[in-house]
């Protein structure tokens, strides 16, 4: 098969080379974004009297029925016209004739490339964020009913401080409020059209490139050519940020994966989203949370791969970037698909408070509390950070816990206990007291939900004003 770039060449290309070449396997799902690209470059050659209006209409025309045709599963795409933008090419041509041939005029590969994967991505992200602002509602909603679910905070996975289940759940959802604003920043950055850059160093021809860009939707034209086509810190940017992301997400695993172990038993999964044993009829195994964390590395993986790859390349295209494509699509992929089935685990678990209360009260928690007791009777903090860690020992030994000590035994270690000690050190008061910002008390856990659920509200809004048709679906 004679190829589009074939007139410098005598020899066919060899079948391990077509084979080794070929990016249609995995760059055939850029279609949209090629054929968009293809349609507004051809509305501008026509405007700038590049080519014909009779050509302009030809080629639109032309375009429009090979999309159809995509979307219906009408089209066989070829590896020997290598990727997706010499298979719709090479149809144009086929269907239209010799005004197909003058679409590729003051384009190249490398920008049309360059084009169609940053579309992608800027499709892409929204929809990673309206999955994560889901995922943030579903956390309000959990957190709301679990304000007052005393539960041990843990420093080196060692029972620390009195914390509630609310507070938990919220400190997570201001890490994937974090991570909408890095996708969103990515956004921003990414939304530049390099289209018109050409191979490496623009076109003589009239072109107009904010033409293009306004059409697509680009805030304007890359300002330097080379950079147009030779670099692609936008995906790297993404990927990093989905990184983070699964990152958010395996440390959640992790927990959750904890928690509903019989050590812990905090929590219980629903049916749906846990699985059984092909051996031990008893075991119902945490499989979502584990694969989450599981891909994490995955994710993480794909980021390396393209660093790896960017890493020595000159200015300004060179092949090796061909390997730019499926580390994106499969980070969107995973992400994507992890997103949706994490919130309804979510939002379908059972939560045994009774348990995190009794893990509480069995882990000295409240040892700070019995400190800082003594602190506000006028001890030094050190020296009541000594009394309270010999009556923590001392607890250790006799099996008790702080509060089960009468005042008797309290009084053998410091003569300024009184009986209002018992309501220092008590669990439910020692969380509520702490009202400091961010803290665990319910009015401050009522102000981080509120602030979780104006986040997610105010993007909803954005979202509606960008896309109105959204709200009359």
Same mark, same amino acid.
């Given at each position: 098969?004679?190829k589009?770039w074939s007139?410098r060449?005598?020899?066919e290309?060899?079948?391990?080379?077509?084979?080794?070449n070929?990016?249609?396997?995995?760059?055939?799902r850029?279609?949209r974004?090629?054929?968009?690209?293809?349609?507004a470059?051809?509305?501008?050659? *026509?405007?700038?009297?590049?080519?014909?209006?009779?050509?302009?209409?030809?080629?639109?025309?032309?375009l429009?029925?090979?999309?159809?045709?995509?979307?219906?599963?009408k089209?066989?795409f070829?590896?020997?016209?290598?990727?997706i933008?010499m298979?719709?090419e090479?149809l144009?041509?086929?269907?239209?004739?010799a005004?197909g041939?003058?679409?590729h005029?003051?384009?190249?590969r490398?920008?049309q490339v360059?084009l169609?994967l940053?579309?992608?991505?800027r499709?892409?992200i929204?929809i990673i964020?309206? !999955?994560?602002?889901?995922?943030?509602?579903v956390?309000c909603?959990q957190?709301?009913?679990?304000q007052?679910a005393?539960?041990p *905070?843990?420093?080196?996975?060692? !029972?620390?401080?009195?914390i509630s289940?609310a507070?938990?759940?919220?400190?997570y959802g201001?890490?994937?409020?974090?991570d909408v604003?890095r996708l969103e920043?990515?956004?921003k950055r990414l939304?530049?059209?390099p289209?018109?850059?050409?191979?490496?160093a623009g076109?003589?021809?009239?072109?107009d490139r904010?033409?293009?860009?306004?059409?697509?939707?680009f805030?304007?034209?890359?300002s330097?050519?080379?950079d147009g086509?030779?670099?692609?810190?936008y995906?790297?940017?993404?990927?990093s940020a989905?990184s983070?992301?699964?990152?958010?997400?395996?440390?959640?695993s992790?927990?959750?994966i904890l928690?509903?172990?019989?050590?812990f038993?905090f929590?219980e999964l629903?049916?749906a989203?846990?699985?059984g044993s092909s051996?031990?009829?008893?075991?119902k195994?945490p499989d979502?949370?584990?694969?989450?964390?599981?891909?994490?590395?995955?994710?993480? *993986?794909?980021?390396?791969?393209?660093l790896t790859?960017?890493?020595?390349?000159?200015?300004?295209?060179?092949k090796?970037?061909?390997e730019?494509?499926?580390?994106v699509?499969?980070?969107?992929?995973?992400?994507e698909m992890?997103l949706?089935?994490?919130?309804?685990?979510?939002?379908?678990?059972t939560v045994r408070t009774?348990n995190?209360r009794?893990?509480?009260?069995r882990?000295?928690?409240?040892a700070?509390?019995?400190a800082?007791y003594?602190?506000k009777?006028g001890?030094p903090? !050190?020296?009541?950070y000594?009394?309270t860690?010999r009556?923590?020992?001392h607890c250790?030994a006799?099996?008790?816990?702080?509060?089960?000590?009468t005042?008797?035994?309290?009084k053998?270690?410091s003569?300024?206990?009184e009986?209002?000690?018992?309501?220092?050190?008590?669990?439910e008061?020692s969380?509520a007291?702490? *009202?400091?910002y961010g803290?665990?008390?319910?009015?401050?856990t009522t102000r981080?939900?509120?602030?979780?659920?104006d986040?997610?509200?105010a993007?909803?809004?954005?979202?509606s004003l960008?896309?109105?048709?959204?709200?009359n679906?």
């Amino acid at each position: 098969m004679m190829k589009l770039w074939s007139g410098r060449f005598e020899k066919e290309t060899d079948n391990l080379v077509e084979e080794l070449n070929a990016s249609i396997g995995f760059d055939r799902r850029l279609y949209r974004e090629d054929i968009a690209g293809s349609m507004a470059h051809a509305k501008m050659l *026509g405007t700038c009297g590049i080519i014909s209006p009779e050509d302009t209409a030809a080629i639109l025309g032309g375009l429009e029925s090979i999309l159809g045709d995509i979307e219906a599963g009408k089209i066989q795409f070829t590896t020997e016209n290598e990727d997706i933008h010499m298979n719709v090419e090479a149809l144009l041509t086929a269907r239209i004739g010799a005004a197909g041939k003058r679409l590729h005029t003051a384009r190249s590969r490398n920008d049309q490339v360059a084009l169609d994967l940053r579309m992608y991505v800027r499709v892409h992200i929204p929809i990673i964020v309206d !999955r994560l602002l889901y995922l943030e509602t579903v956390l309000c909603k959990q957190a709301k009913q679990y304000q007052t679910a005393v539960m041990p *905070g843990y420093t080196h996975l060692q !029972r620390a401080q009195p914390i509630s289940f609310a507070q938990h759940l919220m400190a997570y959802g201001n890490m994937f409020s974090r991570d909408v604003k890095r996708l969103e920043d990515c956004a921003k950055r990414l939304n530049e059209c390099p289209l018109g850059s050409g191979a490496l160093a623009g076109t003589t021809y009239p072109i107009d490139r904010w033409q293009t860009a306004k059409a697509l939707g680009f805030d304007a034209p890359m300002s330097n050519s080379l950079d147009g086509v030779s670099d692609r810190d936008y995906v790297l940017e993404l990927l990093s940020a989905l990184s983070i992301l699964m990152m958010h997400l395996s440390r959640f695993s992790e927990e959750i994966i904890l928690w509903c172990s019989w050590e812990f038993k905090f929590i219980e999964l629903d049916d749906a989203y846990a699985t059984g044993s092909s051996i031990m009829p008893q075991k119902k195994n945490p499989d979502v949370a584990e694969l989450v964390r599981g891909k994490t590395g995955r994710v993480y *993986g794909n980021l390396m791969s393209l660093l790896t790859t960017m890493k020595g390349l000159p200015l300004a295209y060179n092949k090796d970037m061909q390997e730019d494509k499926e580390p994106v699509f499969d980070a969107i992929d995973t992400v994507e698909m992890c997103l949706p089935v994490f919130a309804a685990m979510l939002d379908t678990m059972t939560v045994r408070t009774d348990n995190m209360r009794k893990a509480a009260g069995r882990g000295f928690i409240n040892a700070t509390d019995c400190a800082d007791y003594l602190t506000k009777k006028g001890m030094p903090f !050190r020296d009541a950070y000594a009394v309270t860690g010999r009556l923590v020992a001392h607890c250790t030994a006799q099996g008790k816990t702080l509060e089960e000590l009468t005042t008797a035994e309290l009084k053998a270690f410091s003569g300024l206990f009184e009986e209002d000690v018992y309501e220092a050190i008590n669990l439910e008061n020692s969380m509520a007291l702490r *009202g400091s910002y961010g803290g665990p008390a319910v009015e401050e856990t009522t102000r981080q939900i509120e602030s979780i659920e104006d986040f997610v509200k105010a993007r909803r809004q954005e979202e509606s004003l960008c896309h109105p048709e959204k709200t009359n679906q």
